[in-house]
């Protein structure tokens, strides 16, 4: 099985930029470069902040752009969206309490796209509403179960991130607790940071975002911190005893070499091109 993972596309009014960076172009290119790469995917999920500012035109125009994708595409919300203007232009993606969330059958299992988006806040929430939920669903599910959701359940070591994680982190863990043999993993965004841990034993990861990046600045104690590294998405792939995280940062516009080989025979001092 192959998943593709968006995150932190931060579309915002054409030809207004972050970080120096036109949101809108970057995401094409993302898009452009995994389908280009990646047409055997088997779904691509991006994992919240669609917009930069929860603009409606920007969900319009989000809506226009994948349903041209060869992939199929599934959505989660992060902080910088509204749900309710969200809602107003994907309604089918609303469950009947009114969040966006759903569970969606892959050949490797199932996924679960989770809803952590709170009023008038950039950290995370997860209520006892959408608590049930997960816990029926995966009670329920008839197999392994992949995560995907916007905020970091688990604190990063950074302290302007830890500020805005998921607030609910303990009840959501001990929901992933309960569960944990049925989890194979848990995909989020947020921190524009390519991270990597566990919950619980249940392994996480993250990819960088496709516009604009951050920086592990672990004595920064009140500001987000930003860097000019590339712009990045995930390709997954996942078998029966192992999912593998690659992070493609398709915001590199440098060389691509082929050199060296696999086979030891052919590992020659004399003859190796440096």
């Not at 993302?30 to 669609?50: E, N, P, R, S, W």
């Not at 749900?83 to 969606?104: H, I, T, W, Y």
């Not at 995907?148 to 607030?167: E, R, S, T, Y």
């Given at each position: 099985m192959k998943l593709l993972q968006l995150t932190d596309i931060h579309l915002t009014t054409p030809g207004e930029?972050?970080?120096?960076?036109?949101?809108?172009?970057?995401?094409?290119?993302?898009?452009?470069?995994?389908?280009?790469?990646?047409?055997?995917?088997?779904?691509?999920?991006?994992?919240?902040?669609?917009?930069?500012?929860?603009?409606?035109?920007?969900?319009?125009?989000?809506?226009d752009l994948i349903a041209a994708t060869p992939v199929p595409v599934s959505l989660c919300i992060g902080n910088?969206?509204?749900?309710?203007?969200?809602?107003?232009?994907?309604?089918?993606?609303?469950?009947?309490?009114?969040?966006?969330?759903?569970?969606?059958?892959?050949?490797?299992?199932?996924a679960l796209l989770l809803d952590t988006w709170g009023p008038n806040s950039h950290a995370g929430f997860y209520c006892d509403k959408r608590l049930r939920w997960l816990d029926a669903e995966l009670s329920a599910a008839p197999d392994l179960v992949f995560?995907?959701?916007?905020?970091?359940?688990?604190?990063?070591?950074?302290?302007?991130?830890?500020?805005?994680?998921?607030?609910d982190a303990e009840a959501f863990g001990a929901v992933v607790r309960k569960h944990k043999s049925r989890i194979r993993h848990i995909f989020h965004g947020h921190c524009h940071l390519p991270l990597c841990g566990s919950l619980h034993g249940v392994p996480f990861s993250a990819p960088r975002g496709t516009n604009h990046a951050g920086w592990p600045d672990f004595g920064n104690g009140g500001n987000l911190s930003a860097s000019d590294l590339c712009e990045s998405y995930a390709v997954i792939l996942a078998d029966e005893t192992s999912v593998m995280v690659h992070m493609v940062e398709f915001g590199y516009q440098g060389e691509i070499r082929r050199e060296g080989s696999p086979d030891y025979a052919d590992w020659n001092r004399l003859t190796m091109v440096r």
């Open positions: 930029t972050i970080g120096g960076r036109e949101p809108n172009d970057n995401f094409k290119k993302a898009l452009d470069h995994a389908i280009t790469h990646h047409l055997d995917a088997d779904a691509l999920v991006i994992t919240g902040d669609l917009s930069d500012w929860g603009d409606r035109a920007d969900y319009l125009r989000l809506k910088h969206d509204e749900r309710d203007v969200f809602a107003s232009v994907f309604p089918e993606l609303v469950d009947e309490n009114g969040f966006v969330q759903s569970a969606l059958d892959l050949p490797g299992g199932r995560l995907f959701m916007h905020h970091n359940p688990v604190p990063i070591g950074i302290a302007p991130m830890d500020k805005i994680m998921l607030q």
